[in-house]
């Protein structure tokens, strides 16, 4: 199993472009999250999905958007991005809501100039 | 919502001591999680505490919950470089956040020579 993969590893933006972070698990998950780091801030959950075809707001979701059309993939939209959202983005997924280990991708370093 | 503090926020020790990490809750922990983040890469779990006066070991890094379930602590003895990096706790939310866990602002771990 290659568990949760992230792509791309490291992107750079310019002001007001777009892009989607790709976040796919092969564990058969139902439940889907992404969340932003940032020095002093810690992790902070931006949106999450509880299985294929729903998402729901975290807390911080400003600026972003999500797509669970598959169960596997859980996709992070920035459609005009701002230097705020600088950050290292991570998605993570878990089998279900008890007190399992929730799995975490490789993270996605994203610089918005 | 849940805060968790982590203390010390950073932490230089000499290779071979122990070295003790704390996290207290502002409310009662029902899953206390730790993980560990090499720099710049995504967080491994290492173990999940439940019940109250819980300890888990694994390899040379003991984690125990205490009797209120309010507090944890991650203890390493003989502290190794293999043991560098930003440790996190992390506490189950409910279902108003998907289960997400909410984090700590992490502890940074270096081991020197």
């Known amino acids: 199993n290659a568990g949760v993969t992230q792509t791309p590893k490291f992107r750079v933006l310019k002001t007001g472009q777009s892009m989607t972070l790709l976040c796919a698990q092969d564990m058969n998950h139902e439940y889907m999250y992404w969340y932003r780091q940032d020095p002093g801030m810690g992790l902070r959950l931006i949106h999450y999905?509880?299985?294929?075809?729903?998402?729901a707001k975290g807390e911080v979701p400003d600026g972003y958007n999500v797509s669970r059309l598959k169960k596997q993939n859980f996709l992070l939209g920035l459609e005009s991005a701002a230097p705020s959202q600088t950050s290292v983005y991570f998605c993570?997924?878990?089998?279900?809501?008890?007190?399992?280990?929730?799995?975490f991708g490789p993270g996605t370093r994203l610089t918005v100039l | 919502s849940q805060e968790l503090e982590q203390s010390p926020q950073s932490l230089i020790v000499q290779e071979g001591k122990n070295l003790t990490i704390n996290c207290t809750s502002s409310k009662t922990l029902y899953g206390l999680y730790w993980y560990k983040q090499k720099y710049g890469e995504g967080l491994i779990f290492l173990m999940m505490l439940q019940k109250g006066g819980e300890e888990k070991s694994h390899e040379k890094i003991t984690a125990k919950l205490d009797e209120k379930k309010q507090q944890s602590s991650l203890h390493i003895t003989a502290s190794q470089p293999s043991h560098a990096g930003i440790y996190l706790c992390?506490?189950?939310?409910?279902?108003?956040?998907?289960?997400?866990?909410?984090f700590g602002k992490g502890t940074s771990l270096l081991v020197t020579p």
């Open positions: 992390g506490a189950a939310s409910n279902s108003n956040s998907g289960y997400a866990l909410n």
């Open positions: 993570a997924s878990r089998v279900s809501p008890g007190y399992d280990e929730q799995f």
């Open positions: 999905s509880v299985g294929e075809g729903t998402t």
